[in-house]
């Protein structure tokens, strides 16, 4: 998946199957073990979904 970020870039998600990593791919690529990757998505799904302050991802949010 690529999407648009500021300053007219781009980041690319690519998944791996041989080392089972989800490469983030910027101006340089981070590797991001499967198991991580869910966990992001889990934690960043509960900060929205329970409206937890977190200056990353829900900085306006009520606990």
């Known amino acids: 998946m690529k999407i648009e970020i500021n300053n007219n870039r781009t980041m690319e998600f ?6 089972q990593k989800v490469n983030v791919i910027t101006d340089e690529t981070t590797a991001i073990p499967e198991g991580d990757m869910v966990m992001l998505v889990n934690y ?20």
Do not use: A, L, S
């Not at 960043?44 to 606990?63: A, H, L, S, T």
């Open 14 to 19: 690519v998944h791996d199957e041989t080392t």
């Open 44 to 63: 960043y799904r509960y900060m929205k979904e329970n409206d937890v302050q977190c200056d990353f991802i829900n900085p306006n949010g009520k606990y």
